[in-house]
């Protein structure tokens, strides 16, 4: 692996957004945003070309939603596939959050996330991806 060093030349307000997404997102340097910027684009645009990735689906709901726990098992059973593991929290009297650890092309994990987070009751879904190579 080389390291290069480069210089890079940026307007004053997007300058600006930059320290202020440095400042409250706890890097320690710009260098480091801009890598992690650069990382997040690459691996978005492998999500586009539908190469394999993989991240976590994470779901929170009402436990005392009785349907919602077996509509997410139902959904899951059609993606054994691409699941690697999946868990339960509780967090509290009424939330719940599952987690779907996952692996496979990103249309295919997308499919997944969308279809669980459609689920009337789910208050919160998200999907995080990574390239997995």
Known sequence: MSLKRFGVSLEG???EVLDDYVSKNGYANRSQAIRFLIEKNVAEQKWLCNHVVAGSVIVMYDQGKKDVASQITAIQQSYVDVILA???YY???HSCMH????K????RLTEFADRLTAIKGIKHG???MSRAD
């Open 99 to 102: 987690v779907a650890t996952v």
């Open 86 to 88: 999946s868990s339960q």
């Open 104 to 107: 496979g092309s990103a249309f």
């Open 91 to 93: 967090l509290g009297t």
């Open 13 to 15: 307000r997007l300058l």
């Open 126 to 128: 998200k999907l995080v």
